[in-house]
Every structure is written in structure tokens, then in C-alpha cells.
């Protein structure tokens, strides 16, 4: 490809928006969730004060209960996307645990190859592990939020108090891909800007 | 330890603040709003405009999800929770120490009979005990056990407007909350007499403890001196800080 403007879309705008909006609510929901758990907190650790959102207890409550619903709303409307069209089938699949392996591998030895919208399978198996650990937050959070109304899913999560460490480890799973990711993106600004014009910049 | 005893006095900066509020009718909004101001995001009132909002969408939200007849799950003497934590918006030292016999609740509102009641009264009417999860609007839970009168009983005892939406609480640590009339009848909501903790420990909520296994910590009232109905949101001491009014568990 030699000229970016006619380069084919890689990264289509309904998957841009979704991509943009969970970044938002993910990092809101994070850091208001730190501040949440600093009021009690599970580990014998705190977050520092000064990365979290919210200021207090109750404005952290106010974003984290605000943020949940562009998480949710969002992420449903990719599930739906990713299904109907077809789009999971063709990003995601096939994953062999030996093929994550060795891109796995190659990845950490800097060898990797990061096609904008051909994802290796390193890739494929980082971005479905990040879509599952949003699926265990919302689920362990709706836990214990509702314990009564929605006891079963407590019930099933282990109780109210697993449910608070599942959540909690949701978040830090999460929380180990945006780093992961993040890096890798401005180690790739190609991804990066086909994340941003949907088109595929010329690789050298 | 002081010993507080309950007048019309205690309650005047409580009394004149609601006077104050329902001259300003949107009482409950300006009051969280003041206070999620400066308390979230520095100077941004659009965003607190919007977090409120959020607050208010998501108490309709839990009122649509609140099931009047799902029962809060019920645990073992095995598993309560020894000593059972002390939490309030002071220390220890400072709860209220109330003399029982001198003890009446005062009713106030849309209810038919405002009689105050003593305690051997309260104690004369049906009483239950059951062991609930008490979940903590910062994140930790406890196991305790309250026995006390079933609330929708005594309502309908004193004659309450049940077709109201609010019952307001206040306290005698001037603490006040209020809750919702369908969380106020669910059955197992207590006016609960017996607290967690060794007999005699007043730090509890002694004489008179409203228990709501469907609601958060904060929503429990602790040394409960006046009940009233009404159809105007009487928010709260933490709600009016800009905690979550419903917060359903």
C-alpha cells in the first residue's frame, strides 16, 4: 500500500467508536474503583490517592455507578456486532494454544508482526482474555451490588465476599492488558492510527 | 459514657433544616448537588450535574429491580460475625447511651396514630429474629443477628399512609436516613430491639434500630427516636453528602 487515503478500512468506524468508549469507561471504572476499594481495603494495600477518580467515597460511588452503564451498554453492542456480523469468527478464530505460544514468544523478543486488523495469535487470545475479564467485572459487580435481588449470581460467584475478590481480580487483569496493550500500540503506531482512521498507514 | 435523653430541643437544627428543604422543594437535588460540588471533579459542574442525574436514574433503576417478596438469604448462628463491627459517622466513644425506660418513639407524618411509644410497648408486639448480611457502602460485610417487631406490622399498628412513598428516620446521634415505602413493608424489615453483640452493649443502635437486610449499611438507622411518613424525599445525612439515596442491595 503506497497511499494511505486509498489503503482499504481496517478498522471500521462502528468498531472504532466501541473501541474509544470502552477505553473511557474501563479507565473510569478503574480508577474510581480504586479509590472505592481504598475505603476497605482487601489486601493490606492502597491505590494512590492521587491516580484514582472521584475524590471521596461517594463521588467515586457516582462515577463507578454512572461509568457501569457506558461499560455495559457498550459492550453489549460489540457482543452483538462481533456475532451478527460475523466479526469474532474472523478476528478471533482460529486459537490454538501452540500458535499463542510461539507468537507469544515472539512478541516478547520483539518479532512479532502487528498487521492492523490481522491480529496473530497472541493478539487474538490477549483481546478475548481483555473481553472476558470486562464480562467477570460486570458479573462480579452486579454481585455485589445486588446481593439480595441478584443472590443467585452471589451465590454463584462464591458469595458475596469471593465475589468482592473476583471483582477486584477482574480489575487487575484488566488492568495487566491496558498496560500490555498501551505499550505495544505506541510500540506499533500503525495499530495505532488504524485504530484512530480506520485505514492502514504504508508499512516500511 | 453521657447520658442522652431525647427532646424536642435536640431535633430544632434537624426540624429547621427541613423546613428549610421544603421551602426549596427540590431539596433532595440541591442538597447532594452542593455537596457532590467540589467533591468529584474541581469546579466542573456539568459533570457533577451529570453524576447526580446518573444518581437519580440509577435509584429508579434499583426501585424497578427491587423484588418485594425476594427474601435477603439467611445464615447460621455459625456464621455471625464476632464482635460484630461498630460503624457510624463518629467513634465509638461518642454512641449515644439511652436510658430505656425513659425511651419513647415519637411518630410524626401520614400516620394515624402519632401515640409515642414505649419500649415494653414495642416489645409487647410480635416479634421475630433473623441472621442477616449487613453490606457496607465502603465494601466490607458482616453476619448479625436483630430480632425486633416485623416494620410492616407496626406500620399498620400506628396506622401508616403505606400508599406514601417515603419513611423518614432520625436518630438521637442525629443521624437521619429514609427509605422507600416497598423497602419499608418488605417482610423482613425489623424495627429491631436485639442487636448483635453481648447483652447490655448499647453501642448498636439501643433502644431502637430500623434493620433492612435489602439495603446498605448506611440505610440502617441506628438509635431511632422519631419515625415519620411522607411523599416529599427526606434524603438523609449521607445521602445529602452525595451518597446513592436507594442504594438496594
Known amino acids: ?204 | 459514657m453521657k447520658r442522652h435523653k431525647t427532646s424536642l430541643a435536640d431535633f430544632r437544627p434537624r426540624i429547621e433544616r427541613i423546613e428549610r428543604r421544603l421551602f426549596l422543594k427540590q431539596s433532595l437535588s440541591l442538597g447532594a448537588l452542593t455537596m457532590l460540588s467540589g467533591c468529584t471533579l474541581k469546579d466542573d459542574d456539568a459533570v457533577d450535574r451529570l453524576l447526580f442525574a446518573m444518581s437519580r436514574f440509577n435509584d429508579a433503576a434499583q426501585a424497578a429491580l427491587f423484588n418485594p417478596t425476594k427474601l435477603a438469604p439467611i445464615y447460621a448462628e455459625a456464621d455471625l460475625t464476632t464482635p460484630f463491627p461498630f460503624n457510624a459517622y463518629y467513634d465509638e466513644a461518642f454512641a449515644p447511651v439511652i436510658d430505656g425506660d425513659a425511651y419513647r418513639l415519637q411518630l410524626s407524618g401520614l400516620i394515624e396514630r402519632k401515640r409515642p411509644w414505649p419500649l415494653r410497648e414495642l416489645r409487647a408486639l410480635p416479634q421475630v429474629s433473623q441472621i442477616t448480611r449487613l453490606v457496607c457502602v465502603e465494601g466490607w460485610s458482616a453476619i448479625g443477628k436483630w430480632g425486633g417487631v416485623p416494620f410492616r406490622i407496626f406500620l399498620e399498628r400506628i396506622g401508616a399512609d403505606t400508599s406514601a412513598r417515603y419513611v423518614g428516620f432520625r436518630c438521637a446521634d442525629n443521624y437521619s436516613t429514609s427509605i422507600d415505602m416497598p423497602s419499608a413493608l418488605h417482610p423482613q424489615t425489623l424495627l429491631a430491639l436485639d442487636f448483635p453483640g453481648r447483652p447490655g452493649e448499647t453501642k448498636y443502635g439501643f433502644p431502637v434500630k430500623v434493620r433492612i437486610p435489602t439495603k446498605l449499611g448506611f440505610k440502617n438507622p441506628k438509635f431511632v427516636t422519631e419515625i415519620f411518613v411522607t411523599n416529599d424525599n427526606p434524603g438523609g445525612y449521607w445521602e445529602d453528602k452525595g451518597y446513592n439515596w436507594f442504594s438496594g442491595s
Not at chain 1, 478464530?93 to 505460544?101: A, G, I, K, N, Y
Not at chain 1, 496473530?120 to 478475548?128: E, K
Open chain 1, 1 to 204: 500500500m503506497s497511499d494511505s487515503a486509498r489503503a482499504p478500512t481496517v478498522q471500521p468506524l462502528f468498531l472504532r467508536i466501541v473501541h474509544w468508549i470502552n477505553a473511557v469507561a474501563v479507565i473510569a471504572m478503574t480508577l474510581s474503583g480504586w479509590r472505592i476499594y481504598n475505603a476497605s481495603p482487601l489486601y493490606g494495600f492502597e491505590f494512590p490517592a492521587g491516580l484514582t477518580l472521584g475524590g471521596w467515597l461517594a463521588g467515586a460511588l457516582a462515577w463507578h455507578f454512572t461509568a457501569m452503564w457506558l461499560l455495559a451498554i457498550n459492550l453489549l453492542a460489540y457482543l452483538l456486532y462481533g456475532l451478527a456480523t460475523g466479526h469474532f469468527r474472523r478476528r478471533f478464530l482460529p486459537l490454538w494454544p501452540r500458535e499463542v505460544l510461539a507468537d507469544l514468544c515472539d512478541v516478547v523478543i520483539g518479532r512479532a508482526i502487528h498487521a492492523p486488523g490481522r491480529y496473530n495469535a497472541a493478539q487474538r487470545a490477549a483481546y478475548l482474555l481483555a473481553v472476558a475479564a470486562i464480562i467477570a467485572a460486570i458479573l462480579s459487580g452486579l454481585a455485589i451490588w445486588k446481593p439480595v435481588q441478584l443472590q443467585e449470581l452471589t451465590a454463584l460467584m462464591g458469595g458475596f465476599e469471593t465475589a468482592r475478590r473476583v471483582h477486584f481480580f477482574a480489575m487487575a487483569a484488566l488492568f495487566l492488558f491496558l498496560l500490555a496493550h498501551v505499550a505495544l500500540a505506541l510500540a506499533n503506531k500503525n495499530s495505532l492510527v488504524a485504530m484512530v482512521t480506520g485505514k492502514s498507514e504504508p508499512t516500511p
